[in-house]
């Protein structure tokens, strides 16, 4: 009798964790009820408003389908609720006088929510827009104390002999360093896969973080697995952009940057004449060909391009340079090859050899 008790008490404890979780992701993601039903729509539950309705307010007892339907839906690892003691710890020790974990911390409160993530593939022989999905939620730590936990579902653009997508998922921890700057390291352990992402922070005194551009150091897509870094972008899902919008995107995370000399090889300027005109550029054009020096490649900037159409506003020209960048020959990431490791050892051995 009194094990059964025990039993009895230990499950509703366990519930009550759960629910308790449920509550929180939903009250953090600021999601209504019919939000929830989405989700579990999309991923193939089937949930009455009304049931969900009772939950919530505490007017019923979870049971065993909502709770998986919910835990799958709202992307809370139910192992890590069920089984704290087995979950594996964050190794890694952040200072709490340099950085800002707490997730109930203002500073990181503006940023929870679900993110859209793009940026170009890593892969040097495609040319693709990736796309993600980033969610930044409160949670709380085999230490009890509440962190930043970060989410991402990254829609790799491929898919399984049965027709069905393919997606890499991601978890890890966002936090701010009191510098400025914010983190968040992201794992696969399925894969082996460890990003760092890095984005310029700032206070929100009022309203949540829109977006931001960051960077990422990863490994490369593809046969080759060399460590690499490229730009992405995460902006709020109440923006839809169009695909021109995300083209424009794409061309600001090349290496470069918009404030940088464009590189572009005149035979691509001849080549993309016709596409160049239909966005207006045609004048653009013949102002190159016929003030600069004929070369391999035309370097522009915002200064040589204003002296040559003076009368532009700073909007227009930054839509230029936007379309001649999508001609620019500059990389989406840098890479770290097994070449660059040999010319750094001949580098060092031959400066140790000349006593330097």
């Known amino acids: 009798m009194f094990r059964m008790e025990t039993m009895r008490k230990n499950r509703d404890k366990t519930i009550e964790k759960l629910q ?52 799958d839906a709202l992307e809370i690892d139910m192992s890590e609720v069920l089984y704290p003691d087995r979950w594996r710890r964050r190794k890694w020790d952040i200072a709490s006088e340099s950085f800002i974990t707490d997730a109930t911390d203002h500073a990181i409160k503006s940023y929870l929510g679900t993110y859209h993530m793009l940026f170009h593939s890593t892969d040097a022989q495609e040319v693709k827009k990736l796309r993600g999905r980033f969610a930044l939620y409160s949670q ?31 978890e890890g921890q966002f ?40 960077l990422a ?52 300027l001849f080549e993309e004449r016709e596409v160049l005109t239909e966005k207006g550029l045609e004048d653009i054009v013949q102002a190159i060909e016929k003030y600069l020096p004929e070369r391999k490649y035309y370097i522009l900037n915002r200064e040589i391009l204003k002296s040559l159409k003076r009368r532009i506003n700073d909007v227009e020209m930054t839509r230029i340079i936007a379309d001649l960048r999508e001609l620019d020959d500059s990389s989406y990431t840098i890479q770290i090859k097994e070449e660059d490791d040999k010319e750094l050892f001949e580098i060092l051995k031959s400066e140790h050899l000349t006593g330097k």
């Open 20 to 71: 308790r979780v449920i509550e929180q992701c939903i009250e953090d993601r600021n999601l209504k009820q019919k939000d929830v039903l989405n989700l579990c729509e999309k991923k193939g539950y089937t949930l009455k408003q009304s049931e969900l309705s009772r939950i919530l307010n505490r007017k019923t007892t979870l049971a065993l389908y909502p709770a998986i339907a919910l835990s």
């Open 140 to 170: 709380i730590g085999a230490d009890g104390l509440p962190y930043c936990a970060a989410l991402l579902s990254l829609d790799t653009g491929e898919y399984d002999d049965e027709g069905n997508q393919i997606f890499k998922r991601y």
């Open 175 to 214: 936090f701010i360093s009191k510098q400025g700057v914010s983190y968040c390291i992201l794992v696969n352990n399925e894969n082996g896969d460890l990003s760092l992402l890095t984005f310029r922070d700032r206070l929100f005194l009022s309203g949540k973080a829109q977006s931001r551009m960051g």
């Open 217 to 268: 150091m990863t490994i490369a897509a593809g046969e080759l697995k060399h460590p690499v870094v490229h730009k992405l972008a995460i902006y709020r899902e109440d923006f839809t952009l169009s695909s021109e919008q995300e083209d424009r995107l794409i061309n600001l995370m090349k290496i470069s940057g918009l404030d940088k000399d464009i590189y572009i090889p005149s035979d691509n």
